[in-house]
């Protein structure tokens, strides 16, 4: 016992009693319960009312939030509108019509139908862009490699021509014009080389459907030429240049 009592006094000494320790505890109960009545009153009290963007805004401005006011007047009077609707479609402004072409091909393969001298006169090298295509590609599937002397031949042949009706018309003629008409009477050709692909044309039969297309082609295109530049009485003398041009394509066909 005597030890204990000598623990008792050496232990450290403080103020801290149970009564302090009481009245701590109902300062933290009473500090919980102003808490709850706080937040309690924050909860009670009313929230405000939706209110429409129509009252947020004044009185001057009529358009809806994040939403500019248009005006309809603006947009009727802008010159861009009116634009876009009147645009030609996209085949016009090219210059490709296919009306025109297929009434083109019906003359060529015609050759005792008249040609339309409004039609022919137009510059279109859709047409003939394409028949061009089509005897490179035909003499490629008959084993002769040609696109070169093709191309060479269609450009110095339509300079040629072109030379020789504005010296023979009065009127003049475009290269565009001459070099459309050109293309287009190259179609028989294209039957031709296309017929090299099954059977050789180095014979006698080769010879005479090689000469029954150029004469084809020769007086399809001299008549498409009198009747765009109102050449009349002149067709055997457009025939025969054109006979020689179509000729160097034969030749390039049959051999």
């Given at each position: 016992?005597?030890?204990?009592?000598?623990?008792?006094?050496?232990?450290?000494?403080?103020?801290?009693?149970?009564?302090?320790?009481?009245?701590?505890?109902?300062?933290?109960?009473?500090?919980?319960?102003?808490?709850?009545?706080?937040?309690?009153?924050?909860?009670?009290?009313?929230?405000?009312?939706f209110?429409?963007?129509?009252?947020?805004?004044?009185?001057?401005y009529?358009?809806?939030?994040?939403?500019?006011?248009?005006?309809p007047?603006?947009?009727?009077?802008?010159?861009?509108?009116?634009?876009?609707?009147?645009?030609?479609?996209?085949?016009?402004?090219?210059?490709?019509?296919?009306?025109?072409i297929?009434?083109?091909?019906?003359?060529?393969?015609?050759?005792?139908?008249?040609?339309?001298?409004?039609?022919?006169?137009?510059?279109?090298?859709?047409?003939?862009?394409?028949?061009?295509?089509?005897?490179?590609a035909?003499?490629?599937?008959?084993?002769?490699?040609?696109?070169?002397?093709?191309?060479?031949?269609?450009?110095?042949g339509?300079?040629?021509?072109?030379m020789?009706?504005?010296?023979?018309?009065?009127?003049?003629?475009?290269?565009?014009?001459?070099?459309?008409v050109?293309?287009?009477?190259?179609?028989?050709?294209?039957?031709?080389?296309?017929?090299?692909?099954?059977?050789?044309?180095q014979?006698?039969?080769?010879?005479?459907?090689?000469?029954?297309?150029?004469?084809?082609?020769?007086?399809?295109?001299?008549?498409?030429?009198?009747?765009?530049?109102?050449?009349?009485?002149?067709?055997?003398?457009?025939?025969?240049?054109?006979?020689?041009?179509?000729?160097?394509?034969?030749?390039l066909t049959?051999?």
């Open positions: 016992m005597s030890n204990l009592g000598q623990f008792d006094s050496d232990f450290y000494q403080s103020n801290y009693t149970i009564d302090n320790q009481e009245e701590r505890c109902n300062d933290s109960t009473a500090y919980g319960n102003l808490y709850g009545s706080r937040k309690q009153q924050v909860c009670e009290q009313p929230q405000p009312a209110v429409p963007p129509e009252m947020l805004m004044s009185s001057g009529t358009g809806q939030v994040f939403q500019p006011g248009s005006n007047d603006c947009y009727s009077q802008s010159p861009y509108i009116d634009s876009f609707d009147e645009e030609p479609p996209l085949l016009e402004e090219l210059g490709i019509n296919f009306d025109h297929w009434q083109k091909t019906l003359t060529v393969l015609n050759p005792l139908k008249p040609a339309d001298g409004s039609i022919m006169n137009e510059t279109d090298l859709a047409g003939p862009v394409l028949f061009c295509v089509a005897l490179g035909t003499l490629l599937l008959a084993g002769k490699i040609q696109f070169g002397y093709v191309y060479g031949m269609s450009a110095i339509c300079l040629g021509i072109h020789l009706l504005n010296l023979m018309s009065s009127s003049g003629v475009s290269c565009g014009c001459v070099a459309s050109l293309g287009y009477c190259l179609l028989p050709m294209v039957i031709l080389s296309s017929g090299a692909i099954f059977f050789s044309l014979g006698t039969i080769g010879t005479v459907l090689a000469l029954v297309i150029i004469g084809w082609c020769s007086l399809s295109a001299s008549k498409i030429f009198i009747s765009a530049l109102d050449m009349e009485g002149q067709q055997l003398l457009i025939a025969y240049p054109c006979a020689l041009l179509y000729g160097l394509f034969a030749l049959v051999f």
